[in-house]
């Protein structure tokens, strides 16, 4: 799901062409970007706050990427996205937490309901 062939297969249910530069260890800036409706890169830079590899990863954003350039701010500053891993019984379960602002909640679960498809059709075929 993070490696990046997986990540860009996935994440192409937000917007077809996104991708992410920058690391999954804690610590790492992360830049997750997608074309906008006129081809610049935009989207949201994160840090990994904690990654336990196929357990948890939890990511806090620190703003957005408008037209190429950062912007350390605005109401994606402070936000979390975390991923929860977990087996039973050979069954594989992803739970996927969001804060988001209000105005985003609506698109976002439709996205991510999506992208939860796209995942398990990929570890399907594995």
């Known amino acids: 799901m993070l490696g990046l062939d997986t990540y860009r297969e996935w994440a192409s ?10 690391g999954w260890n804690e610590g790492d800036e992360i830049r997750f970007l997608g074309p906008d409706d006129v081809g610049t890169l935009g989207g949201l830079l994160g840090t990994v706050v904690e990654n336990r ?7 806090r954003y620190l703003g957005s990427i408008e037209n190429g350039a950062e912007n350390r701010g605005g109401p994606a500053a402070g936000l979390h996205e975390n991923y929860t891993f977990s087996q039973a019984g ?9 804060e ?6 609506d698109d976002m679960r439709g996205m991510w309901s999506g992208a939860i498809i796209a995942i398990k059709r990929m570890a399907e075929r594995t």
């Open 53 to 59: 590899p196929h357990e948890f990863v939890s990511i």
């Open 90 to 98: 050979g069954v594989t379960t992803l739970v996927v937490e969001l």
């Open 13 to 22: 249910t937000f917007r077809e062409g996104s991708t992410y530069q920058g």
């Open 100 to 105: 988001v602002p209000d105005e985003w909640a």
